[in-house]
Nanobody, 121 residues
């Protein structure tokens, strides 16, 4: 069983930065590939980024590549999403996910509760 707690969202002006965190509580020593998704009002949940267990492999959605950086702290089983040069279109609830890889949400087994990111003009 894996519990994910994501945090770090908030209100930021366009062009600003935020850093999201996702702490995974795992009953065993197993590590998981992890990812971030987001969902804006009235839209489907969309892939943002994913990172492998080792942290050496990453994937990004084209809309965030070059602006967002996913990373992880192995010993703490924590994943981060550094978001820079934020745009109005980045406004959404951001969800941490574990147990999957890549852009398909149904491939992931575990989900955080979500954290709201609002970008203002």
């Amino acid at each position: 069983q894996v519990q994910l707690v994501d945090s770090g969202g908030g209100l930021v002006q366009a062009g600003g930065s935020l850093r999201l965190s996702c702490e995974a509580s795992v009953r065993t020593s197993r590590k998981y590939d992890m990812g971030w998704f987001r969902q804006a009002p009235g839209k489907e949940r969309e892939f943002v980024a994913s990172i492998s267990v080792s942290g050496t492999l990453t994937q990004y959605a084209p809309s965030v590549k070059g602006r967002f950086t996913i990373s992880r702290d192995g010993p703490k089983n924590t994943v981060y999403l550094q978001m820079d040069t934020l745009e109005l279109a980045d406004t959404a609830v951001y969800y941490c996910a574990a147990g999957g890889w890549g852009p398909v949400a149904s491939d992931y087994d575990y989900w955080g509760q979500g954290t709201q990111v609002t970008v203002s003009s």
